[in-house]
């Protein structure tokens, strides 16, 4: 049984990839075999539109023809029990690089026949998608980040079968101090990491530790 955390975020010791190690920590304590990608670390593009996964009778159907550093990855998760995603909100959407992975990762198995727009991925796996955000609940209804969670889950959804979201709001960011940050109290920020975010740590690995029990059953 394998699970692989992507991490679109470009800190390797962050929020999201605190919530990552979480999560995957509660797959291992199941058994699972499990692995963190930081997709910073990989030089790859997003989809560069040249349809070759949608070439008919062609080798290349079904698969993102684009040879680079994402390659062996997008090999790796065809063989994967279940995929963990996880990026910070910046301007009211995941990472530049979260989003380049996904481009890679759905389109190829997306398949035009309307109105269905089924998949060509072979199997049934379970996806999770991990947020981070400096923003509150509230500041996230109000700017209508909503619809993009929503639908990077119905995406997930559609192409792989099932996604869990996991939103971590308000989260300490950084040294409150040493930036300008007149938006902030640093003394609720600091509060919110030692009260909150523990909270949802606890959140991610019990994610973890049930999506590898649903892959068992």
Avoid: W
């Avoid at 049984?1 to 470009?10: A, D, Q, Y």
């Avoid at 910046?90 to 481009?103: A, C, D, H, I, P």
């Amino acid at each position: 049984m394998k699970v692989i955390g992507f991490n679109g975020s470009p800190r390797k010791g962050g929020n999201t990839a605190t919530l990552l190690g979480k999560a995957l920590e509660g797959a291992a304590s199941r058994s699972a075999e499990t692995r963190l990608v930081h997709l910073y670390d990989l030089k790859f593009f997003g989809c560069r539109s040249c349809f070759a996964c949608k070439k008919r009778d062609d080798r290349s159907y079904g698969k993102c023809a684009t040879r680079d550093a994402l390659t062996p990855v997008l090999d790796e998760v065809a063989q994967a029990d279940a995929i963990v995603l996880g990026s910070p909100i910046y301007l009211g959407t995941v990472t530049g690089q979260m989003r380049s992975f996904m481009e890679r990762l759905i389109y190829p198995f997306l398949m035009y026949d309307v109105p269905t727009f089924s998949t060509l991925f072979s199997r049934k796996i379970r996806t999770v998608f991990i947020y981070t955000m400096n923003t509150t609940e509230q500041r996230v209804e109000e700017r209508g980040y909503r619809p993009h969670i929503e639908g990077n889950a119905a995406y997930l959804t559609q192409i792989f079968g099932a996604c869990e979201t996991l939103c971590s709001f308000d989260t300490y960011q950084f040294d409150y101090a040493r930036f300008v940050s007149l938006s902030f109290d640093p003394a609720h920020k600091e509060k919110r990491r030692q009260e909150v975010f523990p909270q949802d740590c606890e959140k991610a690995f019990k994610m973890g530790v049930s999506l590898t029990e649903s892959l068992a059953a």
